[in-house]
């Protein structure tokens, strides 16, 4: 059962997202455990960051020159091991909400960390992740693109492109979505039991020096 408490101010329209559709928008953070549904490969929780924090982040990524990546291997119940990034505490407590939440819903012994200082897009192709699950939450910046089972041809993605960008590919068969800045968004990847390598298709959004993002990817190791 999903216990952590973690501050969130909803916006006020309900789910637009069918019974039978990939994804759904969660309410509260027991929701996030929509995740497990045979037919789910997202599920996103909209949340307002409180104002001390989105100073923290906006300080942290000014003072870090050019683009940084932080790693760590955390297990429940243990302190974070200090980081650069984490000594920050407003995002220290966030992030540490986040990793006991997520070891929760899956029951993981481990889980990594990866704090990334973007100014480029990492991953700028639609995509999917050959990992178990990963939670994104994006600090600064623009959200995490992604699209919906009916708004994409799967064979139209990665080497299958012909070399082709997503545009011109053929791969994008509706709209583009983005995941909003604060959320914290749960997406399967092909190694999910069952899936049938039918992951979340996502991107990262175009980064610049000007318009830097700061990214917290947490993945299952065990």
């Known amino acids: ?35 497990h549904e045979t037919d789910v490969n997202l599920v996103w929780l909209p949340r307002s960051l409180d104002p001390r924090l989105r100073d923290e982040v906006a300080a942290l990524v000014a003072d870090w020159p050019g683009e940084q990546r932080e790693v760590h291997s955390y297990r429940p119940g243990h302190a974070l091991r200090p980081l650069t990034g984490l000594a920050a505490p407003c995002l220290r407590e966030d992030v ?14 481990r889980v990594g960390l990866r704090l990334d200082t ?8 639609f995509h999917t992740d050959r990992v178990l699950l990963r939670l994104l939450c994006t600090y600064l910046g623009a959200g995490t693109e992604w699209l919906a ?59 610049s020096s000007d318009a830097p993002r700061l990214v917290l990817t947490l993945d299952v190791l065990g």
């Open 149 to 207: 089972d009916d708004a994409v041809d799967r064979t139209r993605l990665g080497h299958r492109a012909d070399g082709m960008s997503d545009d011109a590919s053929g791969a994008i068969c509706g709209p583009v979505r983005k995941v909003p800045v604060g959320a914290i968004a749960l997406l399967k990847g092909d190694a999910w039991p069952g899936s049938d390598e039918r992951g979340c298709v996502h991107r990262s959004p175009s980064a």
């Open 118 to 125: 973007l100014r480029h897009a990492m991953c700028p192709r």
């Open 1 to 35: 059962m999903l216990h952590t408490q973690i501050p969130v101010t909803l916006t006020q329209h309900r789910p637009t997202s069918a019974p039978t559709s990939s994804w759904r928008r969660a309410q509260c953070v027991a929701d996030l455990a929509l995740i």
């Open 96 to 109: 540490a909400r986040l990793l006991e939440m997520f070891a929760d819903l899956l029951g993981a012994a």
